[in-house]
């Protein structure tokens, strides 16, 4: 509502680099409003279940809509994670449009869901042993501040320093 495009990441992501410039390629190549992480199983479609921990959007009336649709859905469900609001919104069901690229339950605002290979979620995270191609690993699939902490540490993206408390590079 700030008139500003937002990208959104948790915590729990390392950027291997910058993914802006394949974000703001994938939201130019698609025409999409909103590029957004998945969150599927490796082996499952990626549009089978969205990560609300890694998207950019762009600002515009719809997108906003479908922002205040999410939390009106998250409002009538108060059980389930915030994820499943987005997907829900976002790509759930018959949305589905192209292989990654869906439109909202209103057909206003269309959601590209990102590549998989290059944002890639815990389920994937030891797929990889090369990191080339990969722009963030997001260690969601860990569960609690101690198992995300190791999954940061067994790939070696552990920036703090634990006696000063600062970042390292």
């Keep these: ?26 939201v130019r190549r698609t025409k999409a409003d909103i590029a957004i992480q998945s969150d599927a199983p490796v082996g ?14 762009v600002r515009s009336n719809q997108t ?7 939390v009106h859905h998250a409002s009538l469900h108060p059980e389930l994670s915030e994820q499943r609001s987005f997907d829900k919104v976002l790509c759930g069901g018959k949305n589905k449009v192209a292989e990654r690229l869906c439109l909202d339950e209103n057909n206003t605002t269309s959601t590209y869901v990102l590549d998989p290979d290059v944002y890639i979620n815990g389920d994937y995270e ?14 969601n699939w860990r569960v609690g501040l101690t198992k995300k902490t190791e999954g940061f540490k067994k790939r070696g993206k552990w920036r703090l320093d634990e006696n000063t408390g600062s970042c390292t590079l």
């Design 64 to 70: 906003i809509a479908a922002f205040e649709e999410m």
């Design 1 to 26: 509502r700030a008139g500003y495009d937002v990208i959104w990441s948790d915590v729990d992501i390392h950027w291997e680099k910058d993914p802006l410039p394949g974000l703001l390629e994938d």
């Design 126 to 139: 030891n797929k990889f042993q090369d990191l080339g191609e990969v722009n963030i690993i997001h260690f």
């Design 44 to 57: 499952q479609h990626p549009t089978s279940n969205i990560n609300s921990g890694f998207y950019y959007v």
